[in-house]
């Protein structure tokens, strides 16, 4: 049977659900298309511009259904979060003490802290071991960069705030082991921005005692300096 002799019943419906974040959108494409079958069978013909009112795009969730951080406003402009967040993912610091004056600031906000002592990290086995334990990876996690991946896009992130992953004396596992540390900054800012397409807001922030510590490309950004710290001046340099 060709193509076009295919009756609209015997066709299949093509969804694409990239991850687990578009479940809601799968949800809703199946109901719509079970609603329109229902009405086929009735013999209601849909009203043209109602079909098209009621038209799903492509990752769009309509504005009633969102329960996620709301977008930044003009209003933040000025605060550690708009600074954290403007230019990428993952922010780094030098000093102790403008890490924790950030990291109280998120606290009051409520942001869930999550610090990680990067010194004792002697492998990268100790490194994604230390990662699963301290962000709940369930029983199952592998223990790999992949599995590392996967489960760190279903960590709990709490909708009116964020999560802030926090390591300390990142130079010193960099220094240890440079692959492993790169990819691990790679996924954890590919996540983070994965998170924030869905209202989800999780901020990495790297404390080095090396001030002249850099990365290469991080998906998709890079790890900057934060506010404070960005001019070299600022870092003893």
């Known amino acids: 049977m060709s193509r076009s002799d295919a009756s609209p019943r015997s066709r299949s419906v093509r969804l694409r659900v990239h991850d687990g974040n578009d479940l809601r959108l799968f949800a ?38 969102r329960t996620s951080m709301a977008s930044f406003t003009e209003a933040d402009l000025t605060g550690v979060e708009w600074a954290l967040f403007q230019n990428g993912w993952v922010t780094m610091y030098w000093k102790t ?9 998120l606290r009051d906000h409520g942001y869930h802290i999550q610090q990680f002592a990067t010194e004792h990290w002697s492998s990268a086995s100790d490194a994604l071991r230390s990662l699963g334990v301290g962000l709940a990876f369930p029983d199952y996690y592998g223990q790999n960069l992949d599995a590392f991946s996967d489960c760190l896009s279903d960590i709990e992130i709490p909708i009116h705030s964020g999560t802030a992953i926090v390591l300390l004396r990142y130079d010193c596992f960099a220094a240890v082991d440079p692959v492993t540390s790169h990819a691990i900054l790679d996924i954890l800012s590919r996540r983070a921005r994965g998170h924030m397409l869905f209202g989800r807001r999780l901020a990495i922030l790297v404390q080095t005692d090396d001030p002249k510590l850099s990365f290469g490309p991080l998906a998709p950004t890079h790890a900057g300096w934060n506010r404070r710290e960005w001019p070299n001046k600022n870092r003893g340099l």
Do not use: F, Y
């Not at 003490?97 to 600031?105: F, G, I, M």
């Open 97 to 105: 003490n403008v890490l924790e004056s950030d990291c109280a600031w």
């Open 28 to 65: 809703a494409q199946l109901r719509l298309t079970a609603d329109r079958r229902r009405a086929s069978d009735a013999g209601i013909v849909p009203d043209p511009s109602v079909a098209r009112r009621r038209r799903l795009k492509p990752g769009v969730i309509r504005h009633e259904e």
